[in-house]
């Protein structure tokens, strides 16, 4: 077991409540704790890793699998949380806004909760591609129990999404036409040869891993953007798209909507948290405000 260091506050509960949905081991007074599953980067295994939260506020993980990098897995679990990130300034970041301080009261401190990997991020949405939610939610439970790593853990057995190398054999699956999974070949292939890992996609300049995912068969520019801000993780940064500047809009009381310009100064004094302010933002929107008519 390793125990987690953070500075800002931080509620595992409300992370799971906004986000995560995994599965819970421990809901009582004296602690929380939830179960995250997923193939780890590197790709020769999977992992369950338990992260706990005792009533006084500790932290700490324990990874399960059959020969694990442990510390990796750790950190690929604490990265789906944001809680590999040096958070000592989160709340400094109030002082400056008082929009963003009065969000991180109201949900006290919530930061984003990340896809498990830029892989997962990216089957998931080819996957997802003209199906509901619920409909993809079923096929990736399917391919999980059939295909993926399974993982015993004190009587419970959970089960991670397919490694790519086990993917890339898939040939024939109920849910996924000829197209989709040809795509996902062409995600396995790309994960394998390391261009969705979340370090090398973090490493590289935002334009140039945007233009890279791009280039993957199925990948737009809104999936390559989910992509890199919600599988890869970027923390500094503030989206170009209509429905943030119809959010921060909302939220700033102003006239109209903002040009980028615009967002980018009002970002300013949100530095070295943009995309986490950035999802207050919108959570706020989805909570309080509700999606607007027109279509984004």
């Known amino acids: 077991m ?3 260091t953070h500075q800002a506050p931080f509620s595992l509960r409300q992370q799971n409540n906004f986000f995560g949905g995994w599965p819970v081991v421990a809901d009582n007074n004296d602690q929380f704790a939830i179960a995250i599953t997923f193939p780890v980067e590197g790709w020769k295994s999977s992992a369950t890793v338990i992260i706990t939260q005792t009533a006084d506020g500790k932290l700490s993980a324990q ?3 059959k ?3 442990t510390n990796k897995a750790i950190n690929q679990a604490l990265a789906t949380l944001s809680l590999n990130v040096d958070d000592t300034h989160w709340q400094e970041v109030g002082k400056k806004d008082a929009c963003i301080a009065e969000l991180q009261a109201k949900y006290e401190f919530v930061r984003p909760v990340l896809f498990h990997s830029p892989y997962e991020a990216a089957t998931g949405f080819v996957i997802g591609q003209r199906i509901s939610i619920k409909q993809r939610q079923a096929i990736q439970e399917r391919l999980a129990k059939q295909y993926g790593d399974k993982i015993d853990v004190d009587g419970q057995t959970y089960y991670a999404f397919p490694r790519p190398d086990v993917l890339l054999k898939l040939t024939e699956e109920s849910g996924l036409n000829e197209n989709k999974l040809q795509r996902l070949h062409g995600i396995a292939t790309a994960t394998l040869a390391g261009k969705l890992d979340r370090e090398y996609l973090l490493n590289l300049p935002v334009r140039d891993a945007l233009e890279e995912l791009t280039g993957l068969n199925g990948i737009g520019p809104f999936y390559a953007s989910g992509i890199l801000y919600r599988g890869a993780g970027i923390v500094d940064d503030v989206t170009d798209d209509s429905l943030t500047k119809y959010a921060i809009m909302k939220a700033y009381n102003l006239k109209k909507e903002p040009s980028q310009k615009e967002v980018l100064k009002i970002a300013e004094n949100w530095r070295p948290y943009r995309m ?6 919108h959570i706020w929107l989805r909570r309080e405000v ?4 027109k279509r984004y």
Not at 290 to 293: A, D, E, Q, S, Y
């Open 290 to 293: 509700g999606m607007p008519k």
């Open 2 to 4: 390793i125990n987690i």
């Open 67 to 69: 020969d694990i990098d």
């Open 276 to 281: 986490w302010c950035e999802v207050l933002i």
């Open 63 to 65: 990874a399960h699998g």
